[in-house]
Every structure is written in C-alpha cells, then in structure tokens.
C-alpha cells in the first residue's frame, strides 16, 4: 500500500502538486490521471523519496522509501523517460540492478523472458527502440519481485501491441495481489486499464473512486435536439418537467427524457424539428468536465463557449478525443 498525506510540492511560486490525501491499494490497478503538467510525475519521484516533498508524508507499507531496506524488493517503478546507462548491455543493466540490491542473479534471466528482452540480452541499451527501453525499464521494476508497482505514463510512444502487453502485464501484477499504480494523461487508455482512479488538475485532488462508480456517475445519457422554434419547444419540454441545457449552435440538450418522448411531445405541439438523437456523455467528457476548472491555462489560448464547458478540440485530453 501506498499512502500520501497532505503531500505538497512548491517549485518557487508554483505548487506542483499541493495537499494530495489518497491511499493506493493492493490487488487492483489504480490508475493516476490528470492533463500534462498536472503533478503526476512529481508525486511519483516524492513516493520514490528523489524529490523531497515541501510538505506532508508519503510512506510505503507504512514506511518512508529511504528507510526501506533493499528498496526494489518492496516498490519497483517505471519512471518517465527512464535513463538507462546506454552502455551497459540489458542483461548488465538489470545485474548491477541486482547486486546493488541484494536480488538473486538468477531473477535477471526471468524478468528478461517476462519482457520478451531475453533474444536481445548481450545488446547494449542505447541501441534499443522506444517500445525495447520501455520494456528494460519494465523490467527493472519487477526485477526485486516488489508487491508494489509503480509505472509512469508506461505507454508513452508505444505501438499498439506494445500497449495491449503492458495492460495485461499490470492487470495480471494486480491479480497476484499486488499494488499497481500508473499514471496517465490518456482517458482512453485508463478506462480498459484501471479499477481505480485517482485523478489530478493542477496538483490538487479531483476524484478518487472506483472505475465503475465513476463511469456510473458520468455516463450522462441525453438528447440532442434543434427546432426552428426555439421557445415553444422549450415552453413545452419544461411543462413535462424535462431539464434542458442550452449546447451551443442553437441545439439543446434535454436530461431524464428518451427521444420518443420527445419527438411525440413536439409533434402533439406541432413544432418542426431538425434534430432528434440520442447522445451517450463519453468517459473522456466526463474527464474535461471534472478538470475544466484546472484548466486555466487553456482558456487563454481558447475562446469559452459557456460556464464550465470545454470547446470540442481544446480540452487537455485533446490526445484521446484525436484518437477517436
Ligand atoms: P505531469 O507528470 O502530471 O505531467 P509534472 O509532475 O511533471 O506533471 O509537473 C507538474 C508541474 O510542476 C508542472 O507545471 C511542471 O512544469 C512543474 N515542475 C516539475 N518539475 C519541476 C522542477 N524540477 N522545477 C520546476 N518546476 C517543475
Ligand atoms: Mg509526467
């Protein structure tokens, strides 16, 4: 188990991450989300005692990183951007990983099969693809066989087959009883990936809930609908009591009412529509709602369309909504 308390980091005037209470437990893989920037990378290197945080506690089982004895064998973790002595050769790399750490040498053998790294063991790592370092960085995680995992932005780069790997490998570290934490700014990715979600903007807490209470919470079901007249329609929607929001180009977005419902309720009002249809809210709005507040400094290079709303494109998980 992991467990942040009040955990705060100042860079000068700026709080990069600021009084984040939260615990992540074994067993399940809790997934870290917030948009780029938003101190997700910072809480990682405190958990790993290589920043010092400016206030607050984290501690690992109970205990603060530099205190644990042997350290990989209780947490291993993926950092972003992860150096490796480019150098060394695989197989070097992770046996003075080993050594240092009073790790049998025989688990270098075992983590490299696990990363399908054993072909290209002797090679030296500054040769090594993206998708190659990513694994030898994997595999230096789990080299102390750690009942806590830890991955920063893992899929960062990856081909798809690369990601499809690390989402079974972590969901199957967690089914073996184990702590799995990742951080990510993808919704998309998260979403097949994580029981649990612990999300940030701007350093600060936003959400930490299950997967499925938070899809439940979020899948906002309404209905798309545009009419010529504007006011009659909305005369007659509020006179059957269903919530309407305005969407911006005119159309109108109506809550707790099926499109049958509405589309028999204009015809008895003889009112003309041009747009009847059902729409699903997708996790990833549920996402830029939760952090549109966080998200200041988006609106300065976006216009607003209205109160609490992100224009489509402009959203800090512009990546996700580009990959469909
Ligand atoms: P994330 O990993 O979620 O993208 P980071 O933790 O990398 O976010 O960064 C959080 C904020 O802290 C950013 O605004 C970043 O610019 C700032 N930051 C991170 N590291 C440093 C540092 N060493 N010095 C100054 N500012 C930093
Ligand atoms: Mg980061």
Redo the contacts with the bound molecule.
């Keep these: 188990m992991i467990e942040l308390e009040g955990l705060t980091k100042r860079?000068g005037e700026?709080v990069?991450v600021n009084n984040l209470t939260f615990a992540v437990r074994p067993g399940v893989v809790t997934g870290f989300l917030?948009p780029?920037?938003?101190?997700?990378?910072?809480?990682m290197r405190m958990i790993l005692g290589l920043d010092r945080p400016t206030a607050g506690d984290v501690r690992i089982d109970g205990r603060h990183y530099d205190r644990l004895k042997d350290p990989l064998t209780y947490i291993g973790a993926l950092l972003?951007a992860k150096s490796v002595h480019g150098g060394r050769s695989a197989y070097h790399h992770l046996l003075w990983m080993a050594q240092s750490n009073g790790i049998p040498t025989r688990r270098v053998r075992e983590v490299l099969d696990t990363v399908g790294l054993s072909a290209v063991a002797g090679k030296k790592a500054k040769g090594f693809s993206l998708g190659m370092s990513q694994r030898l960085g994997i595999a230096a995680a789990l080299l102390g066989d750690p009942r806590i995992l830890m991955f920063?932005e893992p899929v960062n780069g990856l081909d798809p087959e690369g990601i499809h790997w690390i989402r079974t490998l972590m969901k199957a570290l967690a089914a073996e009883g184990r702590t799995v934490f990742v951080?990510s700014?993808l919704m998309s990715e998260m979403a097949l990936t994580a029981d649990h979600l612990v999300v940030i903007g701007q350093?600060r807490l936003l959400a930490d809930t299950s997967m499925a209470d938070f899809i439940a919470r979020n899948s906002r079901s309404y209905v798309r609908v545009r009419t010529p007249q504007r006011e009659r329609l909305l005369d007659v929607l509020h006179g059957a009591g269903v919530t309407v929001a305005e969407a911006g180009s005119g159309a109108l977005e109506a809550d707790g009412s099926t499109a049958e419902q509405i589309g028999e309720l204009a015809a008895r009002h003889q009112i003309v529509l041009h747009e009847l249809s059902p729409q699903q809210a997708s996790l990833e709005e549920a996402f830029m709602r939760l952090t549109a507040e966080s998200v200041e400094y988006h609106a300065q290079t976006a216009p607003a369309v209205g109160a609490g709303q992100v224009p489509p494109g402009q959203g800090q998980w512009g990546d996700d909504r580009r990959r469909g």
């Design positions: 860079y700026k990069a917030g780029n920037g938003a101190g997700k990378s910072t809480t972003e920063d951080s700014h350093g």
